[in-house]
């Protein structure tokens, strides 16, 4: 007996549809690696059609009042909240997550988010009118910009999708949103829930893989890319946009620094390192997974770390004492394990280093010691539950070691005393800096780093504002 997979359809000008040459891909569960649905593989006339929608919808979307753009968010939120259960379930199925943290963790952000943007869409003024040149008053318009490709990843579909379609929606733009080709269920189910709420065209929903999102940044239509995901496939769609001009925001990947000086509380910094280190199994850009430690409690804060992995679970969805579940995907799980697996010979495995089990693609929570600025391990993001640990002298080669690489999104200091958290803050080339704490986020504060990690802010009221344009106009005052 076989067990019918679910059929996921894209969502285009308010309407569900299949590919339009029926083809399709599977989506495999991945803490159990066995395929439950099927997803359109979209191509060239999907997202023709997804774009003439979004296009013939934006003019009147563009023309709503904040306050019922503000609304319709409103309702949004209220119906993902009342569909709380269905969200997790479809998030879970999707990549693994543990049900309970994705309900409690995920869930709640989501909803406040799109409200946080539903309030920003009321915050359209531009400055006060002035004259600055006789006989003429000038006057800033803030104005959305119009279509917007967007691709979200497959660490958090959820939460990204929200990062990408609210401030759009709000700043009155339409969209084409891709999910990624391994997690398009609970964007599929968002649709859903939104039908009754967006006018058709608004918000559209195109499945498929690197290909169907190529062919969205590429299109003629859109007046702007956003994209979550891999360095190369930023700079991929920062070329493909450059041929016509688009804008484009990229958030894409980490290496964040975890700076552990020797006054810290290091019993605290471990757990919360920990926590911070394998949430999401790791998978996360601003992960903490880099730690540099002062010399002197090295030794201390490795076999206390050790110890917090070791005392670390990775399991089935449903378990209520897990952590985190499995990596999303057979290739994610050969990338992570290529990591260890090609580690140089001074370093050391304290911890983890292997997979769990043989269905699914867990890995056990990984500590490794011994290791050096250049190395691979250290350099390149494995985005994966493996956290590395180097040892500094002083607060020069902390900022060296910690500005020594090519990611620029996320990092944090541990210690006690202030002056030496603010004098870090100012030198550490991150756009964020935690201070005795790593990875909360808030709606009403900026997400977003520089050098390969991309440019543009998620969430606050900059993420809002990329997604509009600024008109200056100018009236003669003599009629």
């Not at 802010?457 to 509009?468: I, P, R, V």
Request: aromatic share 8%.
């Amino acid at each position: 007996m076989t067990t019918e997979l679910r059929r996921l359809r894209n969502y285009i000008g308010g309407e569900f549809k299949d590919a339009a040459d029926g083809r399709t891909t599977d989506v495999v569960n991945p803490a159990t690696g066995e395929v439950y649905a099927t997803a359109p593989l979209s191509g060239q006339a999907d997202v023709d059609a997804a774009m003439a929608a979004a296009a013939a919808a934006f003019p009147g979307w563009r023309d709503t009042t904040p306050s019922e753009r503000q609304k319709a968010l409103l309702k949004i939120a209220d119906a993902f909240e009342a569909r709380a259960d269905e969200l997790v379930a479809a998030e879970s199925e999707n990549t693994g997550k543990p049900l309970g943290l994705t309900a409690s963790e995920e869930l709640p952000p989501m909803v406040d988010q799109i409200r946080f943007f539903a309030g920003a869409a009321r915050l359209l003024e531009g400055r006060s009118a002035g004259e600055y040149m006789d006989g003429m008053t000038s006057i800033i318009r803030r104005e959305p910009v119009g279509v917007c490709a967007q691709v979200a990843p497959w660490n958090y579909p959820m939460m990204m999708a929200v990062w990408k379609f609210a401030p759009a929606i709000a700043a009155g733009n339409t969209v084409v949103l891709k999910p990624s080709d391994t997690t398009p269920a609970s964007t599929v189910l968002m649709a859903e829930i939104i039908d009754s709420i967006l006018p058709k065209g608004v918000f559209n929903v195109v499945c498929g893989d690197r290909e169907t999102g190529k062919a969205m940044v590429e299109h003629s239509t859109p007046a702007m890319a956003s994209i979550t995901g891999s360095v190369r496939a930023g700079m991929q769609v920062a070329e493909s946009a450059s041929k016509d001009v688009k804008r484009v925001h990229l958030e894409l990947g980490g290496k964040a620094p975890v700076v552990v000086f020797e006054d810290a509380d290091i019993a605290k910094a471990v757990e919360d390192i920990a926590v911070a280190g394998y949430f999401n199994a790791g998978q996360d850009c601003t992960a903490a997974t880099r730690v540099l430690v002062h010399e002197s409690v090295h030794d201390e804060f490795v076999a206390a770390l050790a110890k917090a992995a070791a005392d670390t679970k990775t399991g089935a969805p449903d378990d209520e004492d897990v952590l985190y579940g499995p990596l999303n995907n057979p290739n994610q799980l050969s990338q992570v394990a290529g990591f260890i697996d090609r580690l140089p010979a001074h370093a050391k495995v304290e911890a983890g280093g292997h997979r769990v089990g043989d269905k699914g693609y867990f890995y056990a929570p990984t500590v490794v010691s011994g290791l050096k600025q250049d190395d691979e391990i250290v350099q390149n993001e494995v985005f994966g539950p493996v956290i590395t640990v180097q040892s500094f002298t002083d607060e020069a080669q902390a900022v060296e070691y910690a500005n020594g690489v090519e990611y620029a999104l996320a990092s944090s200091v541990w210690t006690k005393d202030h002056s030496r958290a603010m004098r870090m803050s100012k030198k550490l080339d991150f756009g964020c800096v935690w201070i005795n704490t790593h990875i909360p986020l808030v709606a009403e504060m900026p997400h977003g780093g520089f050098k390969k990690s991309g440019y543009g802010k998620d969430l606050s009221a900059y993420g809002f504002e990329d997604y509009t344009r600024i008109k200056h106009v100018m009236t003669s005052l003599d009629g």
